[in-house]
T-cell receptor, first 114, second 114 residues
Framework: NAGVMQNPRHLVRRRGQEARLRCSPM?????VYWYRQLPEEGLKFMVY????????ESGMPKERFSAEFPKEGPSILRIQQVVRGDSAAYFC????????????FGSGTRLTVV | GQQLNQSPQSMFIQEGEDVSMNCTSS?????WLWYKQEPGEGPVLLIA?????ELTSNGRLTAQFGITRKDSFLNISASIPSDVGIYFC??????????????FGKGTKLSVKP
């Protein structure tokens, strides 16, 4: 009974490259949420998706960031043309339905931009 | 954006001591959550609170949802070395916005001296 799976655990990118972060929700969960955590900070909400739909992207930067959750496969958070300020831990959470019941976080992807 | 003020930022205590931390906000929340995060991992839910005034325990942990719905506290009794970690409060606003959008405090870093 695997939990929320995120990969890679660590990702190093040079400035200007693209970063792709993957999140496979728990079995039976169709809602996915992405958060960003800067060092010494709490998590900041980025985007909430259901299968094939973006429900709330109020926390997503307007440029370079995009997210998808296709019908098949994991959710992807994509960061184009990364900059040093994108270095952070990115966490995904999933839930079986709308609301907080069963809301579970993955172990995160640590992105370092050099 | 909305903010949760979490205090203290850090605590250094002796094993066996009790610990108390709290979160306050100028906004009204309909849910308060307390998480623990260990190095290199995602947040793990400790206690969830859904009603104003609610007092809930989970082993040595006790948390309360403030009557005003703008604050919450977490107590840990008789601390042990494995309590070390960063404790986050998180809340969901009552403004009818996205169901999955959690707002996090900046965390309380707990160190326990054996």
């Amino acid at each position: 009974n695997a939990g929320v799976m995120q990969n890679p655990r660590h990702l190093v990118r040079r400035r200007g490259q693209e970063a792709r972060l993957r999140c496979s929700p728990m079995k039976g969960h169709s809602h996915v949420y992405w958060y960003r955590q800067l060092p010494e900070e709490g998590l900041k909400f980025m985007v909430y998706l259901q299968k094939e739909n973006i429900i709330d992207e109020s926390g997503m930067p307007k440029e370079r960031f995009s997210a998808e959750f296709p019908k098949e496969g994991p959710s992807i958070l994509r960061i184009q043309q990364v900059v040093r300020g994108d270095s952070a831990a990115y966490f995904c959470a999933s839930s079986p339905g709308q609301g907080l019941s069963g809301y579970t976080f993955g172990s995160g992807t640590r992105l370092t931009v050099v | 954006g909305q903010q949760l003020n979490q205090s203290p930022q850090s605590m250094f205590i002796q094993e066996g001591e009790d610990v108390s931390m709290n979160c306050t906000s100028s906004s009204i929340f309909n849910t308060w959550l307390w998480y623990k995060q260990e190095p290199g991992e995602g947040p793990v839910l400790l206690i969830a609170l859904y009603k104003a005034g609610e007092l809930t325990s989970n082993g040595r942990l006790t948390a309360q949802f403030g009557i005003t719905r703008k604050d919450s506290f977490l107590n840990i009794s008789a601390s042990i070395p494995s309590d070390v970690g960063i404790y986050f409060c998180a809340g969901q606003l009552s403004d009818g916005g996205s169901q999955g959008n959690l707002i996090f405090g900046k965390g309380t870093k707990l160190s326990v001296k054996p």
